[in-house]
Structure formats: structure tokens, C-alpha cells
């Protein structure tokens, strides 16, 4: 199996950066696909980005040229850089795992931006 640990959550300002990062562990295949979800209260679940162990990235129109996913394949760790953040960027952030056709989730991280 594999676990997951995010950290890097917060209060931010708008405007503001935060960096997440999510550590992977356990039995991990050379070929996988990493990724940031978040759930806003109210809301359903929504993917971020997403970057596979090629390095190939996928990004949602809300924040594409403000977040960065990146991953170091060396430490199975996966981070979202996300800059001029916006109120409506608030949600808890959930870190996702794919390989093999099975599917982890971390626990989650809150993100708060506001003033």
C-alpha cells in the first residue's frame, strides 16, 4: 500500500504563496501519477494538477499561471507552488496517488486566504 503525508497548509492573504508538499511511501511503482484535489465547503471535490512520473503536468483553468506542480521522483514527493492566491482558492487540499488502477488520498490540508 501507500501512504501519504501533506503538509504546507495555512492562512494566506490574497495575493499570497504557499508551497505543499505531499511524501508518498510504501510499495511505489516506477510509473505513477501524482496530484493536488481540493473541496471547498459546499462543493464537490475538484482536481488542481496533476504531474505523472514523467513529468507530464495537467492543470485546471482556474489556476492555470498561478500554480506550479513539480515532483522529485527520488523522494516519491510531489509539491504544488501556488502563487496570487485568491479567496475563492480556499478549500482543503488533498493529495492523490495513482498507480496500478489503485487510487490514495492523503488527509487533506486546509488552505485559507483571506484578509
Known amino acids: 500500500q501507500v501512504q501519504l503525508v501533506e503538509s504546507g497548509g495555512g492562512l494566506v492573504r490574497p495575493g499570497g504563496s504557499l508551497r505543499l508538499s505531499c511524501a508518498a511511501s510504501g510499495s511505489i511503482f516506477s510509473f505513477n501519477v501524482m496530484g493536488w484535489y481540493r473541496q471547498a465547503p459546499g462543493k464537490q471535490r475538484e482536481l488542481v494538477a496533476t504531474?505523472?512520473?514523467?513529468?507530464?503536468?495537467n492543470y485546471a483553468d482556474s489556476v492555470k499561471g498561478r500554480f506550479t506542480i513539480s515532483r522529485d521522483n527520488a523522494k516519491n514527493t510531489v509539491y504544488l507552488q501556488m502563487n496570487s492566491l485568491k479567496p475563492e482558492d480556499t478549500a482543503v487540499y488533498y493529495c492523490?496517488?495513482?498507480?496500478?488502477?489503485?487510487?490514495?488520498w492523503g488527509q487533506g490540508t486546509q488552505v485559507t486566504v483571506s484578509s
Open positions: 504531474i505523472a512520473s514523467s513529468g507530464n503536468a
Open positions: 492523490n496517488h495513482v498507480q496500478a488502477g489503485y487510487t490514495r
